[in-house]
């Protein structure tokens, strides 16, 4: 048979009655025509071409040309356009350090794939002019975004890096036309100055008029550091310290010189002991096997998160037997907490529970009343410097938790007193001006100035409409502490148009800085140390695009 099998199988050898095949006859499987067949496919793609033409197109193999020879398997300059723009991406995305384009590795890893042997990585200027040209047209979409809002509360925090390095990063918060929360970075900008006030202030300023929102920013939401709140208080925004750095700093001194310091120091070791040697973790993971456990490593707690002492206490109560079996078996050092140790650290696991009530109860324990002193009395001094008000408008207008259960009655009555207030400022700035050009009417008799009522009774029809509104809002039954606040209001802002628009002030307002600090571990420790390498404006590109594209991921 011929290389191309007899020109692609449309030519097929004469079979004999006795099975065997003529290979000097051959059969047009179309036309079922008989040729002769001396070796030479020739006549056969003849007899196609005049009367076959439309099944000639593939008749065998032709030698190659040198160009056709030299493009086979190489990259279509669209495709490798489409492959540069997507390492570019990736690059921003999972802040990995521009140099990574000189890996040969990775260059391997694409050539395998792509089955082209020549491809060469795009070079470190190409990367970096992209990533120029990327951040330039996604933040003209974050922009755009901001445009569209009223109301933007920002959040701003320090950050160190491994080379001792200052950046600030400040983040934009708001809630769009369509009730969704939008959270996004604006800059992770290198700051040279010592932070003092007046320089912080300085820095926040800049980021707003940078991206022309001064006039639309509420709050600005930092941690508790002393030069942080002097900063705020230069600035012409509300200022929403940290709740989470509050809450923290409170844990902190309460369980200091506690009664749960020694078990909590001894809870550090043994986690120490597992968690530093490879052979003691494969321990723990066979005892928790054995004893139909999870398999999960020990967690030891940091010193800025009093939620992974917690964690740390809830694992070693899983795991305490199989821990009290290996270290008995080792003759360790290391000794298992006494079941004394273990019953202080389930009074403070229930402690330290998140709305946990601090209330002392007669069956407590000396220590645990102690500690519920220290903590409530913290806490009570650490809440004055915090911005209650603001706290306690946005929970009223959350339908979750807008019964105001949490305060007092007359806490209560100020509440929605002020909530009064902002919907009367809220419709006066919403009337027509008083000033016209248009021309003055005629005199209006005093008869008539009498039928059509005074600005007094203007006012007390204001009044009244404002009133209604809040009893109707407070009438409507609360929804499910699950349930999505926003999603209610989007169903109901016709029915509360001037309420609608404070809702969307207050509810974006974020309690915490975690977003903010979030910038700064995005991939963990790891990728910090990998930012060290990179100038201060690409840290900015990088961090701030890689935290723009993982939010149009969700």
Known sequence: MDEGGLLGGKFLFKKLPDGLLDKTRVRCTICKAEFKYHRSSSSLAYHLRAKHPTESTSTGPRQSTLQEYGARGRITKNVREKLTNSLVVWIAKNCRPVSIVEDDGLREVIRAASGDECYNLPSR??????????YGDQRAQQCSKLVQVRNIALT??????????NYLGVMAHFIDNDWTMQSFALTVSKTEERHYAEACADHFLNVANEWKIKDKVTTLGTDSARNMVAAARLLPFEHMPCMAHILQRTVTVSLNDSAFERALAKCRKIVGHFKHSPANAQELKAQQAAHGHQTEPLVQDVPTRWNSTLEMIKRIQRNKSGLTTILTQQNSKVTMLTDQE????????????PCRIMEPSDDDPVYVLRFKKVFTTDLAQRRDSSNLTWLKIATALDPRFKDLKCLSKDERREVWASVHDLLMAETDAHQPSAQTTEEPSPKKSKMSISLLGSPDSDTEEEEDAIDCCLNLYKAEPKIDIGECPLQWWLKREGA?????????KYLSTPATTVPCERLFSLSGHIIQKK????????????VCLSNWLSAKKD
């Open 496 to 504: 509360y148009a001037r309420l609608a628009p404070i809702a969307r």
């Open 125 to 134: 200027g190409t990367i970096v002019s992209r990533l120029h040209t990327l």
């Open 531 to 542: 930012r060290a390498s990179l100038s201060s404006d690409n840290v900015n590109r990088i």
């Open 156 to 165: 701003g925090d320090h950050w160190t890096s491994v080379n001792n390095d």
């Open 342 to 353: 273990l019953d202080r650290l389930q009074k403070l696991e229930e402690l330290l529970e």
